[in-house]
């Protein structure tokens, strides 16, 4: 029979949508916006009055990166209070992608995402793709963190760099969607949600959250 298995051709002949699942997690200082990011990122909102995370959040959304592929997210929101820090691993371990957050009107928040990306790069996975943001570039009145500078570090350390609005919304989709274009989308071996494999789900196979892609 023609077209049969590994064509990836539906019937009318245009290639079948690729679904590539990862794991990502969110780290950074408390109060930088970490789930502000995250509520903007899945569900388009801003809370001024956001709570600071217990534990950690899970949620997922899914990109568009072109006709025939979906990114999947699985998104790991960690909490950024100093008491939680022993948790993180349990969130970074077997993640593809991390996106550690600083403020940029606080300089100290600047130095504590500089010792997580060291604690990544010496205890993720080494493949790991690591993007810095800056948020909160609404209030650029009060910056205390040059672009320059944090570009320059991202530079050094091979991270994807962006300076971002939870509030305006600026470079919030644009971050996750960098993320995803570095990605590897070769078909990668099966796990389960959060096991720390990238998954193309199968033929046949309808993950939840695809129906929310390209609208
Ligand atoms: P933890 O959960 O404690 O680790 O904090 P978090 O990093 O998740 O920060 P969260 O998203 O809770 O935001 C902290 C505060 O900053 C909230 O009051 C948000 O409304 C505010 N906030 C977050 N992002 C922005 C932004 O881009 N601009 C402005 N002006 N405020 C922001
Ligand atoms: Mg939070």
């Known amino acids: ?79 950024g209070q100093e008491r939680y820090h022993s948790l993180a691993p349990m969130y970074y371990r077997g993640a593809q992608a991390a996106i550690v957050v600083y403020d940029i009107t606080n300089q ?3 130095g504590r995402a500089k010792t997580w990306v060291k604690e990544l790069q010496r205890q993720a996975s080494p493949t790991i793709v690591i993007a810095l943001t800056g948020n909160k570039t609404d209030q650029a009145n009060k910056r205390m963190v040059e672009f320059e500078e944090a570009q320059a570090y991202a530079e050094e350390n091979g991270l994807l760099f962006m300076e971002t609005s939870a509030k305006t919304a600026m470079n919030v989709n644009e971050i996750f969607l960098a993320i995803a274009k570095k990605l590897p989308k070769y078909e990668q071996v099966s796990g389960t949600a959060g096991s720390g494999q990238g998954r193309r789900l199968g033929e046949g196979e309808t993950p939840k959250q695809a129906g929310n892609c390209c609208k």
């Open 108 to 110: 100290d928040t600047f």
């Open 1 to 79: 029979m023609a077209n049969k298995g590994s064509s990836a051709q539906r019937p009318n002949g245009a290639p079948q949508n690729k679904i590539c699942q990862f794991k990502l997690v969110l780290l950074g200082e408390s109060a930088v916006g970490k789930s502000s990011l995250v509520l903007r990122f899945v569900k388009g909102q801003f809370h001024e009055y956001q709570e600071s995370t217990i534990g950690a959040a899970f949620l997922t959304q899914t990109v568009c990166l072109d006709d025939t592929t979906n990114v999947k997210f699985e998104i790991w929101d960690t909490a």
